[in-house]
């Protein structure tokens, strides 16, 4: 399949928007230790953050990366940071959940609190804006259980959840696609790159021990005596967190059955005039939908450039053809975006699991955090704070996150590829499409 070549800026690029500003490298790497206290895989938000803290703790920590630092979701996301909005499909808060829903609910509100009182403490310049999210309705028939929605996130959480009919949408967002929708106060964005590049300046300042472009082929042992095989030598540690999220490979097979690594991708444009993008997103607040596969998209810092993120396939495919289809689900919200070009087309991989909820644990003695769904700015941060909080509590965790079954995919000699998600991901593109049509 061909784009269009007008569609792209002269000045495209088939890589992330954010690395403009921070591009991942290796500035702070060094050589392997022989040995630390903590040996964590992975310097996205969730390994960072572990390592902080127990940096903090007075622990020796390393983290390492195959990659350049951040160069996976944690530099290439839509940077939306949100307060339990996203949680578990599953999860309702309403009667007959019980208390533990409400509980998890509780956590991610104190994953957004946390994540925004870290980036003050550590005066992490991101471009954090918190002026909200707007959540539209694809169909009519998705309008009330928003309304249901607002309604128990008010009364489970306080966010500050508003009913938007149809006829005052406008004042929302300049497109009339949606059938009304909420409107969210405790929702926010940020720079994605920026944001990790503070992570990692702070984890450095704070002794973590960092090394850029090593695999980690593998890990022997038990809690206590790990010896951790990697690219550049071996390296003997007491502990082990896995961060790897939607990056999961063959090293921690247990783990790689039970997450499901799907692409999601992104493209922004090229500056538009101001009264424009005022247009289109009045109040600056980031967009996401009611639908099955759903779209979110925001202004970049500035407010001058549409960022829009969604599922244009369910496999990998090349930026260029994203950029495409993208282009096309944009203009379908935006027809005032038709000469709109594209400077910037990207994805990444986030990681799904089959209850839609993140979660931590431990698997032959190593610590983990997985299943960001998604929605982990916020989230991955709080839940590498959580296990980090779990080692320094000698193997105790107070986080719910810990304490729920975490099932495999149920797919017969499911191995982390998933063939059948062009499949799934093909019906529901038809109900919701269905459902829309219905009127
Ligand atoms: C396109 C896209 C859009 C998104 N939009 C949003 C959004 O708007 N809001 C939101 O809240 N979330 C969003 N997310 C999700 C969010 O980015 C992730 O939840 C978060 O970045 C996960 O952080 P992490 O540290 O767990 O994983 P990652 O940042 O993916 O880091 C995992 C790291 O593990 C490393 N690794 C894997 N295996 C090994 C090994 N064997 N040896 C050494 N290193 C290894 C990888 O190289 C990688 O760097 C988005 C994600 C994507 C991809």
New binding site residues.
């Given amino acids: 399949m061909k784009t269009d070549r007008a569609l792209f800026h002269p000045d495209y690029k088939p890589e992330p928007y954010w690395w403009e500003a921070a591009k991942p490298g290796t500035r702070f790497s060094s050589d392997l230790p022989n040995t630390t206290e903590i040996f964590v895989?992975?310097?996205?938000?969730?390994?960072?953050s572990a390592a902080l803290e127990l940096a903090r703790a007075g622990r020796a920590v390393a983290v390492?990366?195959?990659?350049a630092f951040?160069?996976?979701?944690?530099s290439?996301?839509?940077?939306?940071?949100?307060a339990g909005v996203n949680l578990g499909k599953g999860i309702s808060g309403g009667p007959g959940q019980g208390v533990q829903a409400e509980a998890l609910l509780a956590e991610s509100h104190a994953a957004y609190d946390h994540v925004v009182a870290l980036i003050e403490h550590e005066q992490i310049d991101c471009h954090l804006e918190q002026r909200g999210r707007f959540i539209g309705a694809n169909a009519p028939g998705h309008f009330p259980g928003l309304v249901k929605k607002a309604d128990m996130l008010n009364r489970v959480l306080d966010v500050g959840a508003e009913v938007v009919t149809r006829k005052d949408q406008r004042s929302e967002i300049g497109s009339d696609f949606y059938h009304g929708g909420i409107a969210i106060k405790r929702a926010a964005k940020l720079h994605?790159a920026l944001y990790h590049k503070g992570l990692l300046e702070t984890c450095h300042a704070a002794g973590v021990r960092l090394t850029a472009h090593?695999?980690?082929?593998g890990i022997e042992g038990r809690a206590g005596a790990f010896v951790v095989k990697?690219a550049q030598g071996d390296c003997r540690a007491e502990q082990v967190i896995i961060?790897?999220?939607?990056?999961?490979?063959g090293?921690t097979p247990q783990l790689r059955k039970r997450l499901v690594p799907i692409s999601?991708?992104?493209i922004v444009t090229e500056e538009l005039p101001e009264d424009l993008s005022l247009e289109l997103i009045p109040k600056g607040r980031?967009i996401s939908e009611s639908a099955r596969i759903t779209s979110?998209y925001r202004l970049t810092p500035g407010d001058r450039r549409v960022m829009y993120?969604g599922r244009a396939r369910f496999h990998p495919v090349d930026a260029d053809v994203s950029a495409g289809l993208l282009h096309g689900m944009m203009t379908a919200r935006w027809p005032q975006l038709k000469d709109a070009r594209i400077t910037h087309s990207?994805?990444?991989?986030?990681a799904m699991t089959t209850d839609s909820l993140p979660h931590i644990g431990l698997e032959k003695g190593m610590h983990y955090?997985?299943g960001?769904n998604?929605?982990?700015?916020?989230?991955?941060t709080y839940l590498?704070h959580q296990v980090a909080r779990r080692i320094l509590a000698d193997g105790l965790s107070d986080s719910g996150f810990a304490g729920i079954d975490f099932p495999p995919v149920p797919v017969p000699l499911y191995r982390g590829n998933p063939w059948f998600l062009p499949i799934i991901g093909g019906y529901y593109r038809l109900r919701d499409k269905w459902e829309r049509g219905r009127g």
């Fill in positions: 895989v992975g310097s996205g938000y969730t390994g960072l390492v990366d195959a990659q951040g160069e996976a979701a944690s290439r996301s839509g940077g939306g940071v949100s994605p090593c695999e980690v082929t990697t961060a790897t999220n939607g990056y999961t490979g090293l999601s991708q992104i980031t979110y993120g990207w994805s990444g991989f986030v955090a997985a960001c998604g929605s982990g700015v916020a989230m991955m590498g």
